[in-house]
């Protein structure tokens, strides 16, 4: 029993003690109780304690003020995209392009009837009758003066026999084609109109990779037109991607899908920097990388479309190779700067003015050559007649070499669209691209093609028909439009023409010679 109660009093004992252990611990060991009024020392401590903690971190009047400024910040970079784009949609375009295949109806009964003795009465008919089938396209342009001249991709026009365009309030306009420029794809067309809305031309060599950008166009279909879509320049000076002779393209993260091609890359102050022309995609659509025509090089080719209607470019007559680290060592050099010369053609304008192989141009005219690719297109941005100052590196020797340029041989007008047929005699002729040529079974062939004869024409009397080849005009043969141009712009009203055409029969082709009077 006494043992019991000696384990009572211990137990009570030990309550005693936790509680009076949790009274210190609740109270952090301070021994001295507060009331709500206390003004104690130790209290006013522990508040001048929280005050300075607090120092460290904003209030939360502090923050707010802070996520205002914030929030206003976006709202103004907000209101520049909105002004950016109000003031760019206006002078984007869609523009919508049409190749027509024509082909001969033949009965496929032909060969049963035939092989029973019987003859389709309706077989001649159905000869001449012609199907029609139309391949359309989709793209953006940009409108780049008052008057309604418009820059997009070449891609975007060529082989067309149709071009509309479509601007932002709806009005259609029909098309016609300036010159296009299949190595730096660039193409400029025109519509008629006044007081157009036009595109502010910024400076595409000041662009930093970093920048925000905007692309405006018409993706995929009509429906979308003036498609905004934002990013920045990723990078710059993109060649050897595959997509053209001359590339210098901005790299954007700016969304561009099929039909954006030839619309506006644009940066904050609504100046045109690029014709966006390209993506690379796995699978169709938009994947993070788009490409764009810087607009200085774009400018250079409207101009020379607008002023010619092709393009001309300087030619040196060498080839250029790149220099790597390892070529750098073997030829002497510093760095792996320049473009080294693999070989210079005879009677070029590098061959005169002594240009060797294993030659490195380190400059043209003072500025420096990054690579082989920077060579070409410094060469190209020269006319032909330019004189041009190459600072090379010779057999451990710095040379400077002055070098007058000449027309690359392969600079030629090229062949026009329908829109830059010609239409005397009451026929219209094109020129005989390949894919005409392979409409028309004329693969092999050289000359100008029949397009349209007017009804109750003399050449219509006299057999001539769309589909025919024009190849010679007054015994001289004729290969484009504007040969053809030459020799009958020098006939007088009432002189006789003699035309020599090959027509596509069933049995192959035939030669045929027609005369036709000039009006008078």
């Known amino acids: 029993m006494a043992i019991s109660k000696r384990n009572s009093l211990l137990l009570v004992l030990a309550i005693f003690l936790g509680v009076i252990a949790g009274l210190i611990i609740s109270a952090n060991f301070d021994f001295i109780f507060k009331g709500f009024a206390s003004n104690n020392k130790p209290f006013e401590n522990k508040i001048t304690a929280t005050n300075n903690i607090n120092d460290n971190y904003a209030s939360t009047s502090d923050v707010s003020e802070s996520k205002n400024e914030n929030f206003d910040e976006l709202l103004q970079l907000e209101k520049a995209y909105i002004q950016v784009a109000e003031q760019v949609k206006p002078w984007v375009v869609t523009i919508t392009s049409a190749k027509i295949y024509r082909y001969r109806y033949q009965n496929p009964f032909e060969d049963f009837f035939d092989f029973f003795g019987y003859r389709d009465r309706r077989r001649d008919q159905d000869d001449n009758r012609e199907r029609e089938f139309r391949q359309e396209g989709l793209g953006s342009g940009v409108i780049v003066s008052r008057d309604g001249y418009i820059l997009t991709n070449n891609h975007v026009v060529q082989e067309a026999d149709e071009i509309r365009v479509i601007t932002m309030d709806k009005k259609e306009y029909e098309a016609k084609l300036i010159g296009r420029d299949e190595k730096t794809d660039v193409a400029v067309v025109k519509i008629d109109g006044e007081s157009l809305p036009y595109a502010k031309l910024g400076n595409s060599d000041k662009i930093r990779v970093g920048q925000i950008v905007m692309a405006i166009g018409n993706p995929f279909r009509q429906e979308l037109q003036q498609t905004v879509t934002e990013g920045i320049i990723s990078a710059k000076g993109r060649s050897n991607i595959g997509l053209s002779a001359y590339e210098d393209f901005i790299q954007t993260t700016a969304a561009i899908n099929p039909g954006n091609s030839g619309g506006a890359l644009v940066n904050l102050k609504s100046e045109l920097i690029g014709v966006n022309t390209a993506i690379v995609s796995r699978s169709g659509g938009f994947n993070g990388i788009g490409f764009a025509i810087p607009i200085n090089m774009a400018k250079r080719v409207m101009e020379m479309l607008i002023d010619k209607g092709y393009v001309v470019r300087g030619y040196l007559g060498v080839v250029p190779q790149p220099i790597d680290e390892e070529m750098a060592q073997a030829l002497g050099l510093d760095d792996s700067h320049g473009a080294l010369i693999a070989s210079v053609e005879k009677g070029t304008p590098a061959y005169k003015a002594g240009l060797k192989e294993q030659d490195v141009v380190l400059e043209i005219d003072g500025r420096k050559v990054i690579d082989d690719t920077d060579f070409r297109l410094r060469v190209a941005e020269y006319n032909p007649g330019d004189k041009v100052g190459l600072k090379i590196f010779r057999n451990g020797e710095i040379r400077n070499i002055t070098v007058t340029l000449t027309e690359r041989p392969d600079d030629q007008p090229p062949q026009r ?104």
């Open 417 to 520: 669209l329908s829109e830059k047929e010609t239409e005397k005699l009451g026929i219209k002729v094109t020129n005989l691209t390949s894919d005409r040529a392979d409409r028309y079974g004329f693969e092999d062939e050289e000359g100008v093609l029949v397009v349209d004869v007017k009804q109750n024409s003399s050449a219509w009397r006299k057999g001539v028909r769309e589909g025919d080849l024009i190849t010679s005009v007054n015994r001289k043969p004729v290969s484009n439009v504007r040969e053809y141009d030459q020799v009958i712009d020098k006939l007088e009203p009432g002189d006789v023409v003699l035309l020599r055409l090959k027509k596509r029969l069933r049995d192959g082709i035939s030669t045929f010679y027609v005369t036709i009077r000039l009006p008078k």
